[in-house]
């Protein structure tokens, strides 16, 4: 009897060690999650604040780095121009200083006029990544305008005989187009929900569901790869033709493409509760995480077809939106699903957050993220910053730090 309760004793005192031991190791994981979080934003927050310092004309928004090494800075029209304000936002988010409220708040109303240009789909990037951002954080009563006036004008862009909104008003004469169709135009999708949704008037949202439809029909093949332009017949709707423009190949798959698609669809699901954009997203998703061309530390090469030839640049900022989709698609799918997109962000962003990608504090002419690719078959911003890859890292982390309670 005595031998029987001392074996209980010794069993119960080594599963207690045992548990000790477990929960030790849990909060160590959990800390080095966080330290990499922290060390991300906290470099971020001081290369903004560079970036401050370095410029503080607002008609100057900083987009890349040119092959001499200068900074580009862009205007208003240019479809990178939302990114910086929202970057402000989003360190605003992390810190709760006022100091970057007032600097967002600034930069943001530099792009106030872009809220009636309908020469373009970008609208939606440019107005939801600033003032969309402005008005998740802080509520900004006069926001909802711009916001709905956006809307108004990337609604102008519409054709209901094709099922979507048209995103470039140039390349008839050199690139054959009659209304083309790129998968990034998914994005403009999220600022016609938020107008539905400040305006009770349906028809953004209507829209954004018939374009997120059509591209499902029309810009993926089989394996859930997307193509990047779709050119329509506006008269009849009928699909001229599939090719490419920042790809390798009509058929490739360019990665920050496929970035977009996943980006675009997650909230699509989000928005309406379809259940076909949920699948969307996963089919997207799967066809990423599963893609054999993908580096080891999984920033994926500019196209994926390109993967393993010498030479290729990686895009950083395709990583960043992917990270930034899976965790927002982790949330919305079934556990096992979840899990895997989870653990695949958490991947990206460890990668991201080492000095490979992540720059040195004053280096990098002041941007967040080295490695990132914009248009290689035009010879342009290969292997530099990009803002907008800047952008989605920080909306990532933050989506992380905000999941995990880091
Ligand atoms: N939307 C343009 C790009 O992704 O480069």
């Given at each position: 009897m005595y031998r029987k309760q001392l074996s209980i004793f010794i069993s119960a005192i080594v599963l207690l060690i045992f548990l000790s031991g477990n929960?030790?190791?849990?909060?160590?994981?959990?800390?080095?999650?966080?330290?990499?979080v922290e060390k991300s934003l906290v470099r971020a927050g001081e290369q903004l604040s560079l970036m401050l310092e370095t410029n503080n004309d607002t008609t100057k928004l900083p987009r890349s780095v040119d092959e001499n090494g200068n900074t580009i800075y862009v205007p208003s029209r240019n479809w990178v121009?939302?990114?910086?304000?929202?970057?402000?936002?989003?360190?605003?988010?992390?810190s709760k200083d006022n100091k970057w409220k007032?600097?967002?708040?600034?930069?943001?109303?530099?792009?106030?006029?872009?809220?009636?240009?309908?020469?373009?789909h970008d609208v939606g990037f440019m107005i939801y990544c600033s003032y969309g951002q402005g008005y998740r954080l802080e509520g900004i009563k006069e926001y909802e305008t711009v916001i709905i006036n956006a809307a108004r004008s990337l609604a102008t862009r519409y054709n209901d005989t094709v099922g979507c909104t048209k995103s470039w008003s140039w390349g008839e004469k050199d690139q054959g187009w009659s209304f083309p169709v790129i998968i990034d135009n998914m994005m403009n999708m999220e600022l016609l929900f938020k107008a539905s949704e400040l305006s009770g008037d349906e028809t953004y949202k209507n829209i954004a569901i018939k374009h997120a439809k059509t591209t499902i029909k029309n810009h993926f093949r089989d394996d859930y790869s997307s193509y990047h332009v779709v050119d329509y017949n506006p008269e009849t709707g009928e699909v001229n033709r599939k090719r490419t423009f920042q790809g390798n190949s009509d058929e490739s798959a360019w990665a920050r493409g496929q970035a977009w698609g996943l980006y675009g669809f997650t909230f699509c699901y989000r928005e309406t509760a379809d259940p076909e954009f949920l699948q969307m997203a996963e089919n997207i998703a799967d066809y990423i995480i599963h893609q054999p061309s993908t580096p080891e530390d999984l920033i994926p090469v500019w196209d994926y077809e390109m993967f393993g030839k010498e030479g290729e640049p990686r895009d950083a900022s395709a990583a960043?939106?992917?990270?930034?989709?899976?965790?927002?698609?982790?949330?919305?799918?079934?556990?096992?699903?979840?899990?895997?997109?989870?653990?695949?962000?958490?991947?990206?962003?460890?990668?991201?957050?080492?000095?490979?990608?992540?720059?040195?504090?004053?280096?990098?002419?002041?941007?967040?993220?080295?490695?990132?690719?914009?248009?290689?078959?035009?010879?342009s911003e290969i292997d530099v910053p990009l803002i907008y890859g800047d952008y989605y890292f920080l909306e990532a982390l933050l989506r992380l730090k905000n999941l995990k309670n880091l």
């Open positions: 929960i030790g190791c849990n909060k160590t994981v959990q800390q080095e999650k966080k330290d990499y121009s939302g990114f910086y304000p929202g970057c402000l936002w989003l360190m605003y988010e992390y007032e600097e967002a708040i600034k930069w943001t109303s530099a792009l106030s006029k872009e809220q009636y240009n309908t020469n373009t960043a939106i992917i990270a930034s989709a899976l965790i927002e698609l982790s949330t919305h799918s079934e556990r096992t699903k979840a899990d895997e997109y989870f653990h695949y962000a958490e991947k990206i962003l460890e990668s991201l957050s080492t000095d490979t990608y992540l720059a040195e504090k004053g280096t990098n002419n002041n941007f967040i993220l080295k490695h990132c690719t914009g248009h290689k078959p035009h010879n």
